[in-house]
């Protein structure tokens, strides 16, 4: 007589876009991942803030929790899947609790890991079970799976690239559309890629949180968002695009991690590529993250960074994982081991920039600005004047007549004496509201 191995049994506490097609994932594949596994993988608790709501997928036989801290607990689940989000509240102390009970747990919260990797890492490692967060960085890409596995045989140099769907697809519109930003973020929204709070998105909160993982993943260091330098794409204006795009540039919201001489520099930030180059060519809510290894060199991994089905595809496959056994390290060494983060001061960073100047037309203005350049050793490779744009003059209202746009690309230099410069030039009140820079990725 055969005797069926106990299938194992998931707590699903969230039930947005993201939970219900998890539910309509395991519905659809669950026979086929049963035959993979050998032992069915069953929903037997699920908890959300409705419980009346219409979400396409039928609950039927599966136990309601009110309280997601309850289901995480509960002896009838082996594996907690957190899909409510945000760094504390419910989603921290479900996960608190399901550690605690012994209860392996998948996430898609980048903010709660982001916040509190460290210590979820070492409470999942004192109970023996796994901490899977796959869906947490850039959607549907296996990024996590990758460096944990195939690429464990590598030192990593460096990681990054495109990490928030939503800011990509914004530009993306912006500069094949001439769409308004607040028209693209609107559309953004409607499809279900931006965050509850899309401030998170534009502000670079989002994929500072994601880059903070891969920071910690990439060089063994303990997760530490508080050390990751985070600028939005909300002061970029349609005149920064179409300046970009005559130089031979794309504007990307960056997600940057690379070990320096004096720590680790961990910035997202606005940044201009080459239009040509494979992450420059990525548009839409599509993510790419770009790992440079010691043995495999440079992968480039690309894919759908948001969205329900993408999302969810990740949160099966750490929830397959699981069933399978496999119970590795969250951060993939000891979390007893981690180093602290060390940073980088940004103000070494070296590498070109480009300057956008809403400069005022009269005698010296120029000279003013050059010198100003000249005696901080910044180099200029290219000045271009433009025709000014009524959206360009940023970040303040400031009227952009009777002044001229002036571009201004440097040599490499290093960002502390751009950095002094420009606060001079914006003291000398020769340019209406501030300045615009934007570093320039060597990629
Ligand atoms: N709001 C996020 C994005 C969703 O736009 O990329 C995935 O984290």
């Given at each position: 007589?055969?005797?069926?191995?106990s299938?194992?049994r998931?707590?699903?506490?969230?039930?947005?876009?993201?939970?219900?097609?998890?539910?309509?994932?395991?519905?659809?594949?669950?026979?086929?991942?049963?035959?993979?596994?050998?032992?069915?993988?069953?929903?037997?608790?699920?908890?959300?803030?409705?419980?009346?709501?219409?979400?396409?997928?039928?609950?039927?036989?599966?136990?309601?929790?009110?309280?997601?801290?309850?289901?995480?607990?509960?002896?009838?689940?082996?594996?907690?899947?957190?899909?409510i989000?945000?760094?504390e509240?419910?989603?921290?102390?479900?996960?608190?609790?399901?550690?605690?009970?012994?209860?392996?747990?998948?996430?898609?919260n980048?903010?709660?890991?982001?916040?509190?990797?460290?210590?979820l890492?070492?409470?999942?490692?004192?109970?023996?079970?796994?901490?899977?967060?796959?869906?947490?960085?850039?959607?549907?890409?296996?990024?996590?799976?990758?460096?944990?596995?195939a690429?464990?045989?590598?030192?990593?140099?460096?990681?990054?690239?495109?990490?928030?769907?939503?800011?990509?697809?914004?530009l993306?519109?912006?500069?094949?559309?001439?769409?308004?930003?607040?028209?693209?973020?609107?559309?953004?929204?409607?499809?279900?890629?931006?965050?509850?709070?899309?401030?998170?998105?534009?502000?670079?909160?989002?994929?500072?949180?994601?880059?903070?993982?891969?920071?910690?993943?990439?060089?063994?260091t303990?997760?530490?968002?508080?050390?990751?330098?985070?600028?939005?794409?909300?002061h970029?204006?349609?005149?920064?695009?179409?300046?970009?795009?005559?130089?031979?540039?794309?504007?990307?919201?960056?997600?940057?991690?690379?070990?320096?001489?004096?720590?680790?520099?961990?910035?997202?930030?606005?940044?201009?590529?080459?239009?040509?180059?494979?992450?420059?060519?990525?548009?839409?809510?599509?993510?790419?993250?770009?790992?440079?290894?010691?043995?495999?060199?440079?992968?480039?991994?690309?894919?759908?960074?948001?969205?329900?089905?993408?999302?969810?595809?990740?949160?099966?496959?750490?929830?397959?994982?699981?069933?399978?056994?496999?119970?590795?390290?969250?951060?993939?060494?000891?979390?007893?081991?981690?180093?602290?983060?060390?940073?980088?001061?940004?103000?070494?960073?070296k590498?070109?920039?480009?300057?956008r100047?809403?400069?005022?037309?009269?005698?010296?203005a120029?000279?003013?600005?050059?010198?100003?350049?000249?005696?901080?050793?910044?180099?200029?490779?290219?000045?271009?004047?433009?025709?000014p744009?009524?959206?360009?003059?940023?970040?303040?209202?400031?009227?952009?007549?009777?002044?001229?746009?002036?571009?201004?690309?440097?040599?490499?230099?290093?960002?502390?004496?751009?950095?002094?410069?420009?606060?001079?030039?914006?003291?000398?009140?020769?340019?209406?509201?501030?300045?615009?820079?934007?570093?320039?990725?060597?990629l």
């Amino acid at each position: 007589m055969s005797i069926e191995p106990s299938p194992m049994r998931i707590g699903i506490a969230g039930l947005g876009t993201v939970g219900s097609a998890v539910l309509a994932n395991l519905r659809l594949h669950g026979d086929r991942l049963a035959l993979v596994l050998g032992r069915r993988i069953e929903v037997t608790g699920v908890s959300a803030r409705a419980r009346k709501k219409d979400r396409g997928v039928p609950l039927d036989g599966i136990e309601w929790f009110d309280d997601p801290v309850k289901l995480a607990a509960s002896p009838k689940i082996d594996t907690f899947v957190e899909l409510i989000g945000g760094a504390e509240g419910p989603a921290r102390a479900a996960v608190e609790a399901a550690l605690a009970a012994g209860k392996h747990v998948v996430t898609a919260n980048k903010a709660l890991l982001a916040r509190h990797g460290f210590e979820l890492a070492k409470a999942a490692e004192a109970k023996h079970v796994a901490l899977l967060f796959e869906a947490s960085v850039a959607g549907g890409i296996p990024v996590i799976k990758t460096m944990r596995e195939a690429l464990i045989g590598n030192e990593i140099k460096r990681v990054y690239g495109i990490l928030n769907g939503t800011c990509n697809f914004i530009l993306t519109k912006m500069q094949e559309e001439g769409s308004a930003f607040e028209a693209a973020l609107a559309e953004a929204q409607a499809m279900g890629y931006a965050e509850a709070d899309p401030a998170f998105d534009i502000g670079g909160q989002d994929a500072a949180h994601k880059l903070a993982l891969l920071t910690s993943l990439a060089f063994g260091t303990r997760v530490a968002i508080d050390e990751i330098h985070c600028e939005g794409i909300e002061h970029i204006r349609r005149a920064d695009i179409e300046a970009a795009d005559e130089l031979g540039y794309r504007i990307k919201l960056l997600g940057v991690a690379l070990k320096t001489e004096t720590g680790i520099e961990a910035r997202v930030n606005p940044a201009m590529v080459p239009k040509d180059s494979a992450i420059g060519e990525v548009s839409g809510v599509t993510n790419a993250i770009e790992i440079e290894g010691d043995f495999v060199g440079d992968l480039l991994l690309v894919g759908p960074g948001a969205g329900a089905k993408a999302t969810a595809s990740s949160v099966v496959s750490d929830i397959v994982d699981v069933a399978r056994g496999d119970c590795m390290k969250p951060f993939i060494i000891p979390a007893a081991k981690l180093k602290a983060h060390k940073k980088a001061t940004l103000g070494s960073h070296k590498g070109a920039y480009y300057v956008r100047l809403s400069v005022h037309d009269r005698p010296g203005a120029l000279a003013s600005i050059a010198g100003r350049m000249a005696a901080h050793e910044v180099s200029l490779e290219s000045i271009v004047q433009r025709r000014p744009r009524a959206d360009a003059v940023a970040p303040t209202k400031a009227s952009a007549s009777g002044v001229m746009q002036l571009v201004l690309i440097t040599h490499d230099t290093v960002e502390a004496a751009i950095r002094r410069a420009i606060k001079l030039i914006e003291q000398d009140g020769n340019i209406a509201g501030r300045a615009q820079v934007i570093r320039i990725e060597k990629l």
